[in-house]
Nanobody
């Protein structure tokens, strides 16, 4: 069982930056691939970024490619999402997710554990 707690969301102006953090419980954190997803009001949850167990393989969604960086610190059981040049369309609830596999995935259905989410609002 893994519990995930996101933090770092907030209100930011367009063009600004935010770093989201995800704290994970559990001794086997390093065995899990991790991902970030987001859900805008009235829309389905979308893939943002994923990272494999070592941090050596990463992928990000087309809408955020070049503007986000996912990273992890297995010693601290932490995953991060650095977001730059934020746009109003980045507004939404951002979720951290863990997958019972060492392989990163862009598919929401591949993830087994989810955090409660953190709100990100980008004003124009």
């Amino acid at each position: 069982q893994v519990q995930l707690v996101e933090s770092g969301g907030g209100l930011v102006q367009a063009g600004g930056s935010l770093m989201l953090s995800c704290a994970a419980s559990g001794r086997t954190f390093s065995n899990y691939a991790m991902g970030w997803f987001r859900q805008a009001p009235g829309k389905e949850r979308d893939f943002v970024a994923t990272i494999n167990w070592t941090g050596g393989r990463k992928n990000s969604g087309d809408a955020v490619k070049g503007r986000v960086t996912i990273s992890r610190d297995n010693a601290k059981n932490m995953v991060y999402l650095q977001m730059n040049n934020l746009k109003p369309e980045d507004t939404g609830v951002y979720y951290c997710a863990a997958r019972r596999s060492m392989v990163a995935s862009t598919a929401e259905s591949d993830y087994d554990y989810w955090g409660q989410g953190t709100q990100v609002t980008v004003s124009s």
